[in-house]
Nanobody
Framework: QVQLVESGGGLVQPGGSLRLSCAASKRIFSRNDMAWYRQAPGKERELVARITSGGSTNYADFVKGRFTISRDSAGSTAYLQMNSLKSEDTAVYYC??????????????WGQGTLVTVSS
């Protein structure tokens, strides 16, 4: 069973920065893609950024140039560096990965979320 635990959220002023971390109970990020999602109040959960097992990254248009996704070499922790934060970035941020358990089956794993509030 894989557990994901996010940390690093909090209150920050517009234009500020935060770094979110996602700690996995197993070294899975080097073998599996992982992603950060977010969900703002009253809105659907949306993809923020993704990093593949090979290290390729892609970002939602609304964070390009401001956010950076990465992971450590051990594959047990992933990060989301968030710069130039805006009020519209206020949301609960979730860590996500999908692990193959057989040739045909995968299991999705979500963290509990960490709240990011951007406000003056």
């Amino acid at each position: 069973q894989v557990q994901l635990v996010e940390s690093g959220g909090g209150l920050v002023q517009p234009g500020g920065s935060l770094r979110l971390s996602c700690a996995a109970s197993k070294r899975i990020f080097s073998r599996n893609d992982m992603a950060w999602y977010r969900q703002a109040p009253g809105k659907e959960r949306e993809l923020v950024a993704r990093i593949t097992s090979g290290g390729s990254t892609n970002y939602a248009d609304f964070v390009k140039g401001r956010f950076t996704i990465s992971r450590d070499s051990a594959g047990s922790t992933a990060y989301l560096q968030m710069n130039s934060l805006k009020s519209e970035d206020t949301a609960v941020y979730y860590c996500y990965t999908k692990v193959a358990v057989s040739i045909e089956a995968t299991v999705e794993h979500w963290g509990q979320g960490t709240l990011v509030t951007v406000s003056s």
